[in-house]
């Protein structure tokens, strides 16, 4: 602990220094530079990025097409407009003090994405065309035309990525552990998010409108970012304030088609109606002076929900200030409230009545019920300090606060007292220096402090819980010729309980060599590890089911080895798509789940088995048609085998395929999007002791189908999800959404 | 999936902006604008989109469905507490009694949290000579191991049996829509051995 306070007190000065030196360099005579972006067609292109090359100046397009960078100081400098499917142009300007340059520019649609740029893979801004490692990129236009609701809508999408109900699993890492531990991590603005509790992606944390993009990066992470991402990691990257007063109103609604199936509506008269659903959400984003400016959001969400018992409602809160403290330095600070009320549906009660919520009787103090009535809470407050000491030192302090709170409800649907449910903080920080030292050759180093408290009614006595964590953290990027080669090492060591420790050392490394213009092949070896969660050592619980707790947990570890091909082939002169191509093996020891102990009479956590998942991906995409037409496809083949039955790891489907066409004429916009994903060859046995029909999984083949128009500023698109109606298990005991319609209408001011 | 087949259409999107007639003529009557710009056009793709729609109709409402209804029968059983009243323990030492069939012969307590692969009744019962439980549309099929059981203490597994069936060899046969009835009897005092002594 000794060590985590000195860290804390060297970053929080640090910190305090540098902000105050920043603000110091502020005040010379300065300059503006301004103008308007537009298609070939003359279409205003919101969202367009215009930065001053090498600084850390710039803006986003507004709605007309229009951007304004203020207090620049004087000096000459290259300026760069870019937009996602448009070719980016650059330009020479020279800034005078007291006036402002007008520079308009006129981005040409290209034949095939524009590069993509990445921060996941290496800690900072790269080109996704030439990193070592499978990932993909959900921009904020892939988010919007979906009328994505919540960050787990959007994972769908993914090639390589299955939720098994709300949990993620990248190429097989996680199957499904009852919404404890998740083998796949979160961040958001580089920072780790899991809840403090269970170790959940809290996918509610951060409004989609404010997601700049979502990175998937597939394979073990843990060298870059410790513990949690065994399997993967989900980065989101939040949007920045525009040059001018911005405000986006949404509004959605729309209703589940009543069940298709007589005996289930027999069961349940709620399914015999539409069951609605609808949201709004309303975003202002403007500069507050020259050097800071807001992004606020405020969303309400409502969802009936297609079973008996699962509704929710959910009222949201979040903001992101920006304060530029120098040419060379600035800090954001994102904080969030979201507040939800739900129903939660756990398992149903039979194949035949699969839209009401089962029970479990088996005579304990009370029998169980197959759904759990909660009021769920959480705060977030992520400041970030950002300063380019020198033209080729970058310096980055963070610092995460991240509480939940969780109140049963009683029948009258009040919540009950906290003790009765979950209280818990995560909070932390670290420290990042980005050393450029020759043209090629780039050195990552730094430090994080984490640790979480939480108190729980599921935790067996009534002392909160804690888990303390720090690490350190390197990594050694050269580029030599035509090869890239990347290293990467993290020490992470963590608090089992009072005076006991462990410790795991994540290697990592990768090489990318270009074959070529047009093709990279990359090689990367990987190692990663989960400790486990608070509630996954500490959980003592008779309510649902006897569970006792199992301190002695160890941690689970992966290693994953990958050989890969991207390319972006040449025909006519153009290139037309991207493709990528990818072998893979991760092997896992010690994975957690819970299992019937026989001789404790209870579940419990269990280290219980070995495991190897090989298998392959191909991804495709396109954009044709000078822009207006683009297309992705994704096909994911996975051996999953638990080494010590030499049986199929539960909840793993083998195939899974992916694909997406959107087109654009005129001012309509449509698009077609195709998840495919076969059964999976077990499901877990111990849960079907207690729940029937729990043992039956199914198939996934669901279409969503969209079409809309974007008139005077207001975008109206209908969205028909699961539009075949398609009946299918998300997980065991635990039916998918049938065929609902959504009506979204949205205007930018 | 009509209006996405149209769109794609040229004729039909060319009726979006062409609605006035070309120059030189003179302007067409709206019906003759709509026959030439968008019926007579748009005539061409019906079939393939009729035909389109027809595929998809027809690939709808696929997927899982709830499973036939399996096939099930009814179970009368009549219980006879050896030496009432005397044997029964006082209502604060029952914490649960019921009549349990189960589809295999358990090995412990802990197979009773097999509850997919077991029947039981509703709490019977106390401080009675004889009672009659019948259990409608259980499973058919054969439950080899069914009796009496008592819940003893407050914790999860305090559950003995205090009576079997012994009927047929202790093996029940529930055939499908017929009513099969069994004589039992229970000893709160003399217990049957658990587990099994074929287990054991």
């Known amino acids: ?749 | 999936m009509m209006f996405l087949i149209f769109w794609k259409n040229p004729h039909c999107s060319h009726y979006v902006g062409g609605v006035t007639s070309s120059s030189g003529r003179s302007p067409a009557s709206f019906p003759t604008v709509l026959r030439r710009t968008f019926l007579l056009p748009c005539s061409a793709i019906l079939p393939p989109a009729v035909l389109t729609l027809a595929v998809f109709l027809a690939a709808c409402d696929q997927g899982f469905a709830p499973p036939d209804a399996p096939p099930t029968g009814t179970l009368v059983v009549d219980i006879t507490y050896e030496n009432y009243p005397d044997t029964w323990p006082a209502t604060e030492d029952i914490y649960e009694l019921l009549f349990v069939a189960l589809r295999f012969v358990p090995k412990d307590t802990t197979d009773f949290l097999q509850l997919n692969r077991l029947v039981f009744s509703d709490r019977l019962q106390f401080h009675v000579e004889r009672q009659t439980v019948t259990l409608d549309s259980i499973g058919a099929g054969l439950y080899p191991y069914a009796g009496v059981a008592h819940k003893y203490g407050p914790e999860l597994f305090d559950w003995r049996p205090i009576g079997l069936v012994e009927e047929g060899g202790g093996v029940i046969v529930v055939s499908t829509g017929e009513t099969t009835r069994v004589s039992m009897s229970a000893d709160f005092l003399n217990p049957p051995s658990f587990p099994p002594p074929e287990i054991q």
């Open chain 1, 1 to 749: 602990m000794n060590v985590l306070k000195t860290w804390w007190r060297f970053a929080a000065c640090l910190c305090v220094l540098r902000v105050l030196a920043g603000t110091n360099v502020a005040g010379a005579q300065d300059g503006a530079v301004a103008g308007r972006v537009t298609s070939t067609t003359g279409d205003p292109m919101p969202g367009a990025n215009i930065v001053l090359l090498d600084t850390t100046y710039g803006d986003a397009a507004s709605a007309d097409g229009t951007y304004r960078i203020g207090t620049v100081p004087v000096g000459s400098y290259r300026i760069q407009a870019s937009s996602v499917g448009f070719e980016a142009k650059i330009r020479q300007i020279d800034v005078v003090a007291n006036e402002t340059v007008h520079i308009d520019f006129v981005l040409e649609p290209i034949a095939v994405e524009s590069r993509e740029i990445v921060v996941t893979t290496t800690r900072r801004d790269v080109d996704a065309g030439n990193t070592a490692a499978s990932i993909s990129v959900l921009t904020a236009d892939d988010l919007a035309v979906r009328n994505i609701l919540a960050l787990d809508d959007a994972l769908r999408y993914v090639p390589g990525v299955q939720l098994t109900g709300n949990e993620v699993n990248i190429r097989g890492a996680s199957g499904f552990s009852y919404n404890t531990g998740s083998r796949v991590l979160l961040l958001v603005d580089g920072m780790p998010m899991l809840s403090p509790d269970a170790e959940r992606i809290p996918f509610d944390l951060i409004p989609v409108h404010q997601i700049e993009r979502v990175e998937v990066f597939k394979g073990p992470g843990s060298a870059l970012y410790g513990g949690g991402a065994l399997g993967g990691i989900i980065h989101v990257i939040t949007k920045t304030y525009p040059a001018k007063p911005e405000t986006f109103v949404e509004a959605y609604g729309g209703a589940y088609q009543p069940a298709r199936h007589a005996i289930w509506r027999r069961q349940w008269k709620g399914a015999k109606n539409p069951r609605p659903l609808g949201g709004v959400a309303i975003n202002h984003a403007r500069p507050l002076s020259p050097n800071t400016g807001l992004w606020t959001n405020l969303t309400y969400r409502y969802d009936a929900s297609h079973l008996n018992m699962n509704s929710s409602r959910s009222l949201q809160g979040f903001s992101k200030f920006t304060w530029r403290t120098s040419p060379d330095s600035h800090v954001n600070i994102l904080a969030g409230v979201n507040r939800k009320t739900s129903n939660t549906f756990i398992y149903w009660n039979g194949a035949r009545d699969a839209l009401n919520p089962g029970s479990i009787n088996i005579g304990g103090p009370s029998g169980s019920s197959g759904t759990s009535d909660n009021r769920t809470q959480h705060v977030s407050l992520l400041p970030a300090y950002t300063n380019a000491l020198s033209t080729s030192t970058l310096l980055q302090a963070k610092v995460r606060l991240f509480g939940i709170f969780i109140q049963p409800l009683d029948d009258e649907k009040k919540p009950k007292p906290l003790s009765k449910g979950t209280i818990g903080f995560r909070y932390g920080g670290e420290v990042q220096l980005d050393y450029e030292g020759a043209p090629g050759r780039y050195i990552i180093a730094g430090v994080s402090g984490d640790a979480n408290l939480t108190n729980s009614s599921f935790i067996g006595d009534d002392a909160p819980r804690s888990q303390p964590e720090v690490a350190a953290f390197t990594q050694w990027e050269e580029e030599i010729g035509e090869v890239k080669i990347t290293g990467g090492l993290r020490f992470d060591m963590y608090r089992v309980r009072q005076g006991e420790t462990l410790s795991k050392i994540s290697p990592r490394t990768s090489a990318t060599i270009g074959m070529g213009p047009s093709w990279t092949v990359r090689l990367a070896y990987g190692e990663g590890f989960r400790a486990p969660s608070v509630l996954e050592r500490f959980i003592e619980s008779s309510d649902y089911l006897p569970i006792v707790s199992n301190p002695d947990l160890k941690p689970e570890t992966s290693r994953s080895y990958e050989i890969g091909i991207r390319g972006r082939p040449s025909f006519g002169g153009a290139p037309l798509f991207t493709i990528d191509a990818a072998l893979f093996l991760s092997q896992y020891r010690e994975l957690v789940e819970p299992k019937f102990a026989p001789k404790e009479r209870s579940f419990r956590f269990t280290n219980f088995t070995r495991a190897r998942i090989r298998g392959g991906e191909l991804e495709l995409r396109a954009r044709i048609l000078r822009g207006r037409t683009s297309l992705h496809t994704g096909y994911t083949y996975l051996d999953a085998e638990d080494l010590e039955t030499e049986e199929s790891l539960a909840f793993r489907s083998t195939h899974l395929f992916k694909a997406g066409v959107a087109l654009t004429v005129g001012p309509l916009e449509s698009g077609v999007d195709l998840r495919l994903a076969s059964a999976p060859e077990k499901v877990d046995s111990d849960f079907a002791r207690f729940v029937r029909d729990a043992e039956l999984s199914s198939p996934v083949q669901v279409v969503d189908v969209r079409i809309g128009s974007y008139w005077r500023g207001v975008r109206v698109t209908l969205h028909i999800r699961n539009a075949l109606n398609y009946h299918y298990l998300s997980r065991p005991a635990l039916l998918g959404s049938p065929r609902h319609a959504l009506l979204q209408i949205s205007t930018r001011i």
